[in-house]
């Protein structure tokens, strides 16, 4: 016996992404997992996530403390999601995009007032939850036959459950125009998922002599599939597992078809071929018999559960008859419409599209097909790691991606904005590469010896060209957006090599450029001290580097610049030289502060007394500061009225004395001083001062009367006589 297996059969896209983020949550949880209701409608696999830790719950109430409720495919009304608030759980929401697609517009049709239908099954926990996205407005119709007794409307939205069969959707909407008085707004949200599974499983039906559908028996989508098999003619069972295929069924069967609803894993759809393989070759007489349970029965066996279901079932007619249905009125994209003209779909070719929504793991576009497209978490950007697909897109964005895959295996179109990016971007990056150009990037990673840059695709800059000089914290750099020169590109590779380093070296060299010209001696300019040396400090002006000599500082002797300047201060600072032949700047600070030598003969007049401070001796004198930056030279032969041989004898560093100006010299800054003729003149002042006699001094015999002035010049010649 041949076994044919439908095109699409089994798990679809929203029931995969559904376990993917229930396993996911289950890794990253602490406290316990919650689904309400089974997550998907196959107690197969409920089992094995039951298994992992995913406790089904039926009511909310039955949380504890710090719980996390995963959201299944079918999606809840906000009622459920405000109660969970209250319960304080988490919320991981699994939610169909095209489910929650259809939530969306149930509940914008409610917000404007319109009456909404949903033509599905009103017990299934989708409909409910569009249901509650109504504020419990909507009506829901299961059959044709239901629509004559709805109330009168004018004007009603239909939506259709995800998972509906094309022809009761459309039975249901033909009688809804023909009622009187009613202006339906049709919304064929079937997903295409359903519309492929659908469409295959009827055409494989009618070429089969026997037709198996794999699935829940609470499995909406499998019973759609089980009553569109049945409909051909052709003898349809549907099982939940191998174990409920029976022998009698394949009796001289030539062609079998298999399909499966969208909850039911592949592994479920092999084990029932293998099995109807096995059962067709016992028939056939080429295996050993090895009656199980269900093998037991004769020809005449007593039909199970399932096949008296089966032959009581009402039948729809077939989706392919009624493709005039889909004509999506609303412009909605979801579902079946074979009419309607959409463009061609060239895999690798690159189209625009807009934003319908943006979920965790992926965002639907529009991009006039007949169907919304997929873009994969992994497909949005070159970081699918580091962004958040909202950071990277919102709904209503234009934007350009390139077609993965017209269908893949679950019926979806796949697109990818990051190919299309990238398309653009190697082109951008060629023609900035080849003009010497520099490109713009976010640093979003970083890595193993640097960081990874966004620059349209992924560019790499290695440690050593992040900066001028050696960079230790890197981190500092991440989400910083930072312009470098592309140094390696190979499309082939997919390698590009970034410098920032060449980058800041040309803009640097620009600056100096920019500065050379711009500057001129003698200019008061402003710059940061960087670094402080022996012979003076470099000042930055602004891209290049000046040099303010130790002699340039001040006025007066300065040991190390440190005494007067402190490194990433600001001063202001006079142009002495520009040299551009050498890229060299001499600067000056002292020349902003006036000369203390400038008006030195007025200050310090020939012969006038004045303090000074010694701060250097020499064998020919000693050196004393009379303000800061004006010296004069007291020599030795001034230092006292008597032979010395060395000036200690007289003064000391340090000392504070009256030194008397015998000389300025302003044009060599020289200052010739002298302190033997300042004692002198401050004694003979003092006799002169003092010339009145004062008192009798009482040793006098003859009553002579004694001055200060000569008490003043006794203790001098007596100090004079000390030193003798
Ligand atoms: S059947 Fe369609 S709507 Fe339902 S989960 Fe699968 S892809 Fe989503």
């Known amino acids: 016996m041949e076994i044919r297996v439908a095109k699409w059969a089994g798990f679809c896209f929203g029931v995969k992404r559904a376990i993917e983020i229930a396993q996911e949550t289950i890794k990253k949880r602490a406290g316990p997992v919650y689904s309400l209701g089974p997550l998907i409608h196959n107690d197969q696999v409920v089992e094995k996530l039951t298994q992992l830790g995913i406790k089904k719950i039926d009511f909310l109430e039955q949380v504890e403390d710090n719980g996390t409720l995963i959201i299944r495919s079918h999606g809840v009304g906000p009622e459920i999601l405000n109660k969970a608030e209250k319960y304080r759980l988490k919320v991981v929401d699994a939610t169909c995009p095209y489910v929650r697609k259809t939530q969306q517009l149930a509940s914008d049709y409610a917000l404007k007032g319109v009456q909404v ?11 409910k939850g569009l249901v509650g996205w109504t504020n419990g407005q909507a009506l829901v119709v299961e059959r044709p036959e239901e629509v004559e007794n709805l109330p009168e409307l004018t004007k009603i939205a239909v939506l259709a459950q995800t998972t509906q069969s094309l022809a009761n959707f459309q039975a249901v909407v033909n009688l809804l125009k023909q009622k009187a008085g009613t202006q339906p707004e049709i919304n064929n949200t079937i997903c295409n998922a359903t519309r492929l599974r659908q469409q ?84 056939e007489g080429n295996l050993n018999e090895n009656l199980g349970e269900n093998e037991n029965l004769g020809e005449n066996e007593v039909l199970g559960e399932n096949e008296v279901l089966v032959e009581n079932q009402t039948i729809f007619e077939t989706a392919d008859k009624n493709g005039e249905l889909a004509e999506n009125e609303s412009g909605f994209k979801m579902g079946l419409n074979e009419n309607a003209a959409v463009k061609p779909l060239i895999q690798g070719e690159i189209v625009s599209g807009t934003i319908v929504q943006v979920g965790t793991n992926e965002v639907m576009v529009d991009i006039g097909a007949k169907s919304e497209g997929i873009i994969p978490l992994r497909e949005l950007s070159s970081f699918p790691n580091a962004i958040s697909p909202c950071e990277v897109v919102q709904a209503g964005d234009k934007i350009d991606v390139m077609i993965i895959k017209a269908e893949d295996n679950e019926g979806k179109l796949i697109l990818s904005k990051e190919k299309a990016d990238t398309e653009k971007a190697w082109a951008t990056l060629e023609e900035l590469y080849h003009n010497g150009e520099c490109v713009e990037g976010v640093v979003r990673e970083v890595v193993k010896g640097g960081l990874l840059v966004d620059v349209g695709i992924r560019g790499f800059l290695p440690a050593s060209l992040v900066e001028q000089g050696y960079t230790e914290d890197l981190n500092k750099y991440l989400e910083t957006t930072i312009k470098a020169k592309i140094v390696e590109l190979n499309r082939n590779h997919r390698k590009v090599i970034l410098s920032r380093k060449s980058f800041l070296e040309e803009e640097m060299a620009v600056k100096r ?18 670094r402080l040396t022996n012979f003076g400090a470099f000042i930055d002006l602004g891209g290049v580097d000046g040099l303010l000599h130790i002699s340039e500082l001040a006025w007066y002797r300065v040991n190390h610049p440190s005494e007067l300047l402190n490194t990433d201060e600001e001063i202001e600072v006079v142009i002495l030289r520009v040299d551009k032949e050498n890229g060299k700047i001499s600067l000056s600070l002292k020349q902003l502060m006036p000369n203390p030598w400038d008006n030195i003969t007025e200050k310090y007049p020939v012969d006038g007394i004045v303090k000074a401070k010694v701060t250097r001796l020499a064998p020919f004198g000693a050196f ?40 300025v010299n302003p044009a060599e800054k020289r200052m010739r001083l002298s302190l033997r003729e300042a004692n002198q003149e401050t004694k003979n002042r003092g006799r002169q001062k003092y010339s009145e006699p004062q ?18 010049g006794d203790m001098f010649e007596e100090n004079e006589e000390q030193y003798k």
Request: with cysteine; glycine share 8%.
């Open 513 to 530: 450029q920019e500065l050379f010209a711009n500057l001129e001696e003698g200019q008061r300019v402003k710059g940061i001290v960087r």
């Open 695 to 712: 008192f009798t001094s009482q040793n006098t015999e003859n009553n002579h009367k004694v001055t200060i002035g000569d008490m003043v």
């Open 624 to 663: 004393v500061q009379l303000e800061p930056g004006v010296e004069g030279l007291v020599h030795i032969s001034h230092l006292a009225n008597y032979h010395i041989a060395s000036p200690d004898e007289v003064v000391q560093n340090g000392d504070e004395i009256d030194v008397k100006v015998l000389s």
């Open 200 to 283: 295959t499983a009827s055409e494989l039906a009618r070429e089969v002599g026997i037709m198996i559908v794999v699935g829940g028996k609470n499995s909406a989508n499998t019973k759609e599939l089980f009553y569109l098999c049945q409909s051909t003619g052709t003898p349809t069972y549907q099982v939940e597992t191998a174990q409920e295929l029976k022998k009698l069924w394949f009796k001289n069967i030539n062609t079998a078809g298999l399909t499966a609803g969208a909850s039911t894993p592949h592994w479920i759809l092999e084990e029932v071929k293998n099995k109807m393989k096995e059962l067709a070759e016992i028939n």
């Open 117 to 127: 239908l949903i033509v599905g099954s009103r017990e299934h926990p989708e409909v």
